[in-house]
């Protein structure tokens, strides 16, 4: 029968050079056995070395792929990438609201995994207001949920705390990426608080590389995929996680300089 098998949607840029946006997505679909499908909102220019050139699409042209899906598809579940601009991110919550395309992972793409800003000031306030209540499981690294709840985490229980504010700003469950950004650690630790108040650590051995482009992208896709195929939310991030940790752990070596995770890497 048509849309028998588990379908899925990344909302997302593309990345020419395939280590991240919504390239790492469908790769990560494709490893986890689900049909990955794709709303186009901007498109990168880049390699290995960095971004050469970037655009946004129209938003009639964003309007008519969520159309063209919903006419046709049965969509199990969906994920938000990077959304450039305050327009474009009030774009595409108008658009989820009006097609049923399943549960939303947010990956809030605010702020690398070093620090840096990657939204402007009118568009993080618009993401935060407008898209974090659309979550069933939002994903922030360290930086972008300190940001996101306005304080600064320093303790296991400031990240809690944290994650409890993200609950009561609409997401559902909450896994908050641990900080990688210590040479002398061993270890990374994420929060993940869940729905019904349980919460748990996840931890694996910090490895130091610089292939790990799209790791985000990959750890939001991979938990949108298990969701389609009926896992639990504890379950889809348990086994995201064990996704790209294993996937950084086995290299590969693309490009000269940054490059991407092995999705090759896990299975199960």
């Known amino acids: 029968m048509a849309n028998e098998f588990p379908q899925v949607v990344t909302i997302a840029g593309s990345d020419s050079d395939g280590s991240a946006g ?10 986890r056995n689900v049909y990955g499908m794709s709303i186009v909102t901007a498109c990168v220019a ?10 946004s699409m129209p938003t009639d042209f964003i309007n008519q792929q969520f159309t063209s899906l919903a006419d046709d598809f049965d969509l199990k579940a969906a994920k938000t990438g990077m959304l450039a601009d305050a327009e474009l991110i009030n ?5 989820y609201k009006r097609v049923d395309f ?10 690398t995994k070093h620090g840096a800003m990657l939204l402007e000031t009118a568009a993080f306030e618009t993401l935060r207001e407008q898209l974090v209540p659309l979550a069933t499981v939002i994903t922030p690294n360290f930086f972008e949920a300190q940001k996101l709840v306005d304080m ?3 303790t296991d229980e400031d990240m809690l705390t944290a994650a409890k504010k993200l609950q009561t700003m609409g997401a559902k469950n909450v896994m908050i990426k641990g900080q990688h950004s210590d040479a002398d ?3 990374v630790r994420d929060l993940v608080l869940l729905e019904n108040g349980e919460h748990f650590w996840l931890s694996a051995p910090y490895i130091h590389t610089d292939r790990v482009n799209g790791t985000g ?30 996937s950084i752990a086995n290299q590969i070596e693309v490009g000269h300089k940054y490059g991407p995770i092995n999705h090759w890497a896990y299975t199960d």
């Open 22 to 31: 919504l390239q790492a997505d469908l790769n990560t679909f494709f490893t």
């Open 46 to 55: 880049g390699n290995s070395y960095g971004i050469q050139a970037s655009t």
């Open 91 to 95: 774009n595409v919550v108008a658009n």
């Open 217 to 246: 992208d990959s750890l939001s896709a991979c938990i949108t995929a298990e969701l389609a195929k009926g896992k639990s939310v504890k379950e889809a991030i348990t086994i995201a996680k064990q996704y790209v940790n294993v």
């Open 152 to 154: 600064v985490i320093e």
């Open 102 to 111: 399943g549960p939303l992972v947010v990956d809030p793409v605010i702020v």
């Open 185 to 187: 650690q061993t270890e």
